[in-house]
């Protein structure tokens, strides 16, 4: 990966699955459990063909998946290495021209064919906020370089972490307190009904947004207030909408956070009793 060897790759394909074309089953089934619907692989090495592609969006995708493997990390964000070859050393350099001179750069790969011209993927990381960059199609790599240095900066200075989960967690809950009695509920045995997220929901602690829509950051909510019971613990209700300066950050799913029984003949009965105690004082049985 460092001097980008393809028959390195060929090699390595045909030790795990027995050819080419084998591994690129493997490639393809992987893509499609990433849910990358806009890639196929036609080889390990990504020479032009026609039936071998994919887009900068689903780049960014495999790359942030990648990532996670420990041994791909290292060898993405290392510059030199020696390596032994019939007992004589070899240096191989990483052909990423901006790892080691750009701040916060710490991976990932160039690639280049006549299709393709020059392409990078660019992972970097500033204080909290970690991006990837894609950068396909440059004449040169000249351009590829500059072209990835302003998207990197364009974004650090344009967008910063919004934390959406405490955002959400104290929405919800300070909602819950001051609305009670938001709901009625037809023949319930009570009218005291809160909302919650579904409790297995991971949500992503932080968002990335423009940094002058922070303070535009509003919650807003599609829920119907008149209820029939019973109502159930877990019964979907509405939806929860996160949104700045009409654009749509986040959206959830809205359940019943406790269970509402239906009024059964006792319950008309002893709420009849509690409306007309003057009356049954006075009644002679």
Known sequence: MLCSGNDAAVCLAESVAGSVAEFSNLMNAKANDLGLTNSHFESPH???????????YELALLSNYALKNPTFLSIVGTK?????????PKNLSNTNELLGNFNGVYGIKTGFTNGANRCLVTACKRGEMDIICVVLGADTKNFRTKDSI?????????????????YVTTYLSDWNSHNPDYFSI?????????????????????????????SSVEASFTLNPNLQAPVHDGDHLGTLKISSKNTILAEFDLFSNTDI????????????????????ENSVF
């Open 46 to 56: 990504g020479l032009d063909s026609d039936e071998h592609y994919t887009t900068a």
């Open 80 to 88: 030199n290495y020696t390596v032994t070859i019939n007992g004589y």
């Open 150 to 166: 302003k998207l990197i900066e364009y974004t650090f200075k344009t967008y910063e972490y919004f934390n959406l989960k405490d």
């Open 186 to 214: 037809e023949k319930g045995t009570s009218q005291s009904l809160g909302i919650k997220l579904d409790p297995n929901l991971e949500i992503s602690p932080l968002i990335p947004i423009p940094k002058d829509s922070i």
């Open 261 to 280: 029984k239906k009024n059964n003949l006792f319950d008309y009965l002893l709420e009849f009793f509690k409306s007309y105690p003057h009356e049954l």
